[in-house]
């Protein structure tokens, strides 16, 4: 197992595209934070005081964002060896395809906890700019030093996995990185309007990444239990992709 | 090392590409890997590394490539032209190459220098031509020196001097006791490169065995004589095949061109012509293969 880490390790770390996804994960969020909390406390304050709990823009709301960045990285773990037929030199290094399996879910999410944790702390601090810029002085967003941080880096951990797990069982990396987008930013939305008007409020334990958003914002076993379902649906993904790789020609 | 296949086989829907094909690659000589196209080369070697799913198994030292704990260490092989990543350094390559054996930084700079590289290690090679494309997949082949190497047409692309020093490299690669299985359409090249080949056609075997033997089958001799009729008789009465060749010509099998002298001497019939004729390994190839190429050119006007 180590030498299939080792591996990953490398090939994960001497591609430029890592390091500027990671960049562009952080930054592009962390500009919005910026932005959006100086809009609204600047605009509070013409209006005579900024509106009652505004605050900070808040990381929660961006980390879709920095998923939607992130989760070409897991993407890439499975895609970029198929497209340049790179499979077959990694597969007669490490025969043992399990192994190497594993070895890359487990670098992507090492590589995304690290990223995700870079691009909360920039969202923050972007926050926290954004609202001196207004005259509020820096407003520290603490709470993303407790729970709501660690489930923030979670989901994006699972969305980027969901990435990875899509791409392996297509080998497909474009689709694998706009199917999660599209079902989070379309599909979803539509079934879970749908879903109101009939009146089927258990939907969003269901739905992936409709359920997963909602739960970095909630609290207590909700939280967990949205995040849980968030797991599942990867797993549900992974299971016939890693069975789909012992069994497949490459 | 010796790699043993043994009843390899695939299908690609109602397609046989390789059928119960079965050869050894013997240690300490380049075995030629031959086949026109589509005859399931490139799949059978795919078959043996286990990259593709199918019948039967390859063995490595007597073991499947599975069970040795460092493979890097048992086989190298560069199956695809541009088996790299076009953003990632050619040292980065190798480096992650190196990660199953260890192996050190000197390592990395000796294949590198060895294949002639060394001045863009540090490039990325989505600029490299097919030729050095060619060269940092075979560093990546042999950078842990392992005991076999499995080349897909190493070849392509290379020019006359590279040629050369691929031959060269490979002959003394196998010299040391390895064993090397190459596959090429370049005939007269395998020729120089190979002792040993492996013909295939169809997806099944056609001939395996030492180039000496497979062309030596398919040579004979000519001889030409005025009294050519009582020669053949002369000659089918020594046990041999003869075949007409021309208005005087008969094309000898099994006799050697002292033999059939000395045979028609005794006979008293002169001779106006006694020529060995050795067929080339490509001739072999052709007779071998003949109907079984996929996608075959139409008569040339």
């Given at each position: 197992m180590r030498g299939p880490l080792r591996y990953e390790w490398v090939r994960i770390s001497t591609v430029k595209s890592t390091w500027a996804l990671m960049a562009l994960g952080a930054l592009v969020p962390a500009g919005l934070a910026l932005f959006v909390t100086w809009i609204v406390n600047a605009a509070g304050s013409e209006a005579g005081g900024p509106p009652e709990g505004a605050g900070t823009a808040g990381f929660a709301g961006f980390l879709p964002l920095t998923a939607a960045v992130l989760c070409t990285i897991g993407a890439a773990a499975f895609?970029?060896?198929?497209?340049?037929?790179?499979i077959r030199i990694t597969l007669s290094t490490y025969p043992r395809r399990t192994p190497v399996f594993v070895a890359k879910a487990l670098m992507v999410i090492a590589v995304i906890i690290v990223a995700a944790v870079l691009a909360i702390a920039a969202m923050v601090v972007g926050g926290a700019l954004g609202s001196a810029l207004a005259g509020q002085g820096f407003v520290w967003e603490e709470t993303a030093l407790g729970l709501p941080g660690l489930r923030g880096v979670i989901y994006v951990v699972i969305f980027s996995l969901m990435a990875f797990a899509i791409t392996a069982l297509t080998r497909n990396q474009p689709l694998g990185i706009i199917l999660p987008i599209v079902f989070a930013v379309l599909v979803e939305p539509i079934i879970s309007a749908v879903a109101?008007?009939?009146?089927?409020?258990?939907i969003?334990?269901?739905?992936?990444f409709t359920g997963a958003?909602?739960?970095?914002?909630?609290?207590g076993l909700e939280a967990w239990g949205h995040l849980g379902v968030f797991l599942l649906w990867f797993l549900v993904l992974a299971m016939p992709a890693l069975i789909l790789f012992q069994r497949r020609d490459d | 090392m010796a790699i043993v296949a043994q009843g390899l086989g695939k299908s690609f829907g109602s397609v046989r590409a390789v059928d119960d094909l079965s050869f050894e690659v013997p240690d300490g000589v380049v075995t030629g890997f031959l086949g026109p196209n589509g005859a399931g080369k490139s799949t059978t070697m795919r078959l043996m590394l286990g990259l593709d799913r199918?019948?039967?198994?390859?063995?490595?030292?007597?073991?499947?490539?599975i069970q040795h704990p460092h493979a890097s260490e048992?086989?190298?092989?560069h199956l695809d032209a541009r088996p790299f990543l076009p953003g990632r350094t050619a040292h980065d390559h190798l480096r992650m190459l190196a990660t199953d054996a260890k192996l050190p930084k000197s390592r990395i700079e000796e294949v590198l220098a060895m294949v002639g590289l060394t001045d863009v290690a540090d490039k990325r090679p989505k600029g490299f031509s097919?030729?050095?494309?060619?060269?940092?997949?075979?560093?990546?082949?042999?950078?842990?020196?392992?005991r076999a190497l499995m080349l897909d047409e190493p070849a392509n692309g290379l020019d006359p001097q590279s040629i050369q020093w691929l031959r060269e490299f490979l002959r003394a690669y196998a010299a040391q006791g390895n064993a090397v299985l190459v596959s090429s359409h370049l005939l007269t090249e395998m020729q120089l490169m190979a002792q040993h080949v492996v013909v295939i056609a169809k997806g099944s075997l056609v001939a395996d065995g030492t180039i000496n033997e497979l062309v030596s089958q398919r040579s004979d001799v000519l001889v030409r004589s005025a009294d050519s009729g009582r020669l053949a008789d002369a000659l089918r009465g020594a046990g041999v095949q003869v075949d007409r060749d021309g208005d005087d010509g008969l094309a000898v099998t099994g006799l050697t061109t002292d033999e059939i002298g000395r045979l028609a001497f005794d006979a008293g019939i002169a001779l106006r012509e006694l020529t060995q004729r050795k067929a080339s390994l490509e001739d072999t190839f052709l007779e071998l293969t003949g109907d079984a190429q996929d996608f075959a050119f139409g008569e040339s006007s």
């Open positions: 895609g970029q060896e198929y497209r340049h037929g790179l109101f008007v009939l009146d089927w409020g258990w969003d334990w269901a739905l992936p958003t909602a739960g970095v914002n909630a609290e | 199918g019948a039967g198994s390859t063995l490595f030292d007597g073991k499947p490539l048992v086989v190298g092989t097919l030729g050095m494309a060619q060269r940092l997949g075979l560093a990546g082949a042999v950078l842990a020196n392992p």
